[in-house]
């Protein structure tokens, strides 16, 4: 009985070590957006910050059609941009987006991207961003 009851807390414990790892990596990941027609603004990924770095990284590797790049920039949780526009063309890497204020580890972030060219169409677009 007491062998149980050891297992049962090991098991507990790290389940729950796992998980407090889980969602401090969890402002990283994967995206698939339709960025709208007229170069407006859309959200692809938000979340609080885990580190204190003033910067964030974005990766594009598909933009739909014949287009070859997004518009992206960071607004912070007050709803002002906390960094310039940065062009991000597709399969070009990952991008450095540093901001201009000072963002610190649990400061709510969101990265926003419009199309790079105007167009009339909804574009697909898919990439890796790191909010850290």
């Not at 049962?8 to 414990?13: A, G, H, P, R, V």
């Not at 170069?39 to 770095?53: F, R």
């Not at 964030?56 to 007050?78: H, K, P, S, T």
């Not at 990952?94 to 963002?103: A, G, L, M, P, V």
Request: proline share 2%; hydrophobic share 40%; charged share 15%.
């Amino acid at each position: 009985m007491i062998k149980n009851k050891i297992k049962l807390l090991l098991c507990t414990s790290l389940i729950l070590i796992l998980l407090s790892f889980t969602a401090a990596f969890a402002v990283s990941g994967t995206y698939t957006v339709s960025l709208p027609p007229l170069k407006s603004d859309i959200v692809i990924m938000s979340g609080s910050k885990i580190y204190n770095d003033d910067y964030m990284l974005n990766r594009v590797d598909y933009i739909g059609d014949d287009f070859d790049a997004a518009d992206c920039w960071v607004v912070g949780g007050d709803g002002t941009r906390v960094s310039d526009n940065f062009a991000c063309y597709e399969g070009q890497g990952t991008y450095r987006i540093s901001f201009n204020t000072n963002e610190n580890a649990g400061t709510f972030i969101k990265l926003y991207a419009q199309s790079h060219n105007l167009n009339f169409v909804y574009v697909t677009t898919s990439g890796y961003a790191d909010l850290r």
